[in-house]
């Protein structure tokens, strides 16, 4: 799922910019921006969506964990899902053109502009987008809501010298909800019969003497 949202995202962003002309098809990619200094040739003059973090959302942890199967109308226990926040952080890398860094500044506003625009994604309200390879029955339950997520100057800096690049114009969102389902489940035999375990106690065992 992670994989689905971040590609998703990325064709999205890419396309807003393409028809603000913007950037040229290919340019919003999908990297680690820490590569950026020995990727350069590659990375330059390009918008780069990082996945920086993953954070579980612990008040979806609750739930109930043992479900019905249809066909064999038994009860099996499947383990709940893990509700993931993805902390994205958009890059854009200045070219070495005279307006290179005015460019990239473009290019951020207009991402920001994007998130601003629309609340959520989902495969149902962007019709344009072509799944390709990605996972269907993942596309089909994802459910994306990007909020701007605003760094301190020490977190920022604290960021950029983990990342080891110089900073370039950039923003950050975090990402709700990334929903990561296993499809294993364990049956548990139904229970038909309680026996009762009690043994037979001597007649004045309650008795008092």
Do not use: C
């Amino acid at each position: 799922m992670i994989r689905e949202a971040s590609v998703f995202l990325r064709e999205e962003v890419e396309r807003y910019l393409l028809r603000q002309r913007a950037v040229a098809a290919g340019d919003v990619v999908l990297a680690n921006v820490a590569l950026l200094e020995e990727q350069k040739e590659k990375l330059a003059g390009r918008v780069l969506l990082t996945v920086v973090n993953i954070e579980e959302e612990s008040t979806l942890k609750n739930g109930a964990h043992l479900i019905r199967n249809p066909v064999s109308n038994g009860i099996e226990s499947r383990s709940l899902p893990v509700h993931l926040n993805l902390y994205m952080l958009f890059s854009a890398t200045p070219s070495e053109l005279d307006d290179g860094y005015e460019k990239a500044l473009w290019q951020i506003s207009l991402v920001i502009e994007l998130f601003q625009s629309k609340k959520e994604f989902t495969l149902q309200n962007t019709p344009g987008f072509v799944i390709g390879n990605l996972n269907r029955r993942l596309m089909n339950e994802l459910r994306l809501h990007p909020e701007l997520y605003t760094l301190t100057f020490e977190q920022m800096n604290h960021l950029w010298g983990a990342l080891g690049g110089k900073q370039s114009p950039s923003v950050m969102y975090k990402v709700r909800l990334v929903r990561i389902q296993s499809l294993l489940t364990e049956e548990i035999p139904v229970i038909q019969t309680v026996q009762n375990e009690s043994q037979n106690l001597p007649a004045n065992k309650f008795l008092t003497e």
